[in-house]
């Protein structure tokens, strides 16, 4: 059964950061694309970043600059590093797997 577990939200000021980690069990990410997505309230989920097998990267022009998408093959985890926090990211934040795999979210919230 494949599971994606996320952890690293919560709730952060304006300016702050937060490194989101997602770990994939019954699933090796090492040959496939992963991505984290994003739902603010009212809002379609959105793609904020995503990594190939390659480590090739791509990430949402809001975010850009500010987020980094990184994988460990061997930790099978993939992370997402958030800098310059902005109240805008506030949202729930999900991790994909290749296959439409989904885990259950991790909220950030920005304000002060």
């Known amino acids: 059964q494949v599971q994606l577990v996320e952890s690293g939200g919560g709730l952060v000021q304006p300016g702050g950061s937060l490194r989101l980690s997602c770990v994939a069990s019954g699933y090796s990410i090492r040959f496939n694309v992963m991505g984290w997505y994003r739902q603010a309230p009212g809002k379609e989920r959105e793609l904020v970043a995503g990594i190939t097998s390659a480590s090739s990267t791509n990430y949402a022009d809001s975010v850009k600059g500010r987020f980094t998408i990184s994988r460990d093959n061997a930790k099978n985890t993939v992370n997402l590093r958030m800098n310059n926090l902005k109240p805008e990211d506030t949202a729930v934040y999900y991790c994909?797997?290749?296959?439409?795999?989904w885990g259950q979210g991790t909220q950030v919230t920005v304000s002060s």
């Open positions: 994909r797997a290749a296959g439409d795999y």
